[in-house]
């Protein structure tokens, strides 16, 4: 019996993405470091070149116009995690990812709106002076998902 409550799992996306290349390398990343579904809210963008798996047509995408409408689509039981260099956010490095979420990541020049930042049940970041570029982040996001570290 498949139980959604005791299986792992995790999507990833953008919210308002700037560029279609970093949301086509994000997809080739998320593909290869096991995202359940990836997904964009707000901007959208079609196959990218960069994207060489074709990752959009090989696990689910999903497409949301607002932010709203997004949350009330969140999976149950999944929590939603921001990627966000914010005072209040936890540091990666320590960080116990939930077994099942939904990661969301901002766009590089604005970063996640205020109304993601608050509605997020959690907020993560990662040593770094700067922003990093958005497809980047979230591949490092991912890949510590995937290193042997304990589940909230």
Known sequence: MNDNFINEYFGIG???GK??????????????????????????YAKQACDTHDAVKSIPYFHYET?????????????????????????????EHPRRCVYLLGAEDHGLSKKAMEKCHHLVKFKSEKSLNV??????????????KPRS
Not at 27 to 43: C, D, E, H, K, Y
Not at 90 to 95: M, P, V
């Open 14 to 16: 953008i919210q308002n």
């Open 135 to 148: 497809a980047v982040a979230g591949t490092i996001i991912m890949y510590d998902r995937n290193l042997s």
């Open 67 to 95: 932010f709203e409408a997004f949350f009330e689509n969140l999976p149950k039981g999944a929590r939603l995690v921001g990627v966000e260099l914010a005072e209040k956010a936890s540091d990666l490095e320590t960080f």
């Open 19 to 44: 560029t279609p290349e970093n949301l086509g390398v994000l997809w080739r990343s998320a593909q290869n470091m096991g995202a359940t579904f990836i997904f964009t809210i707000g901007n959208r």
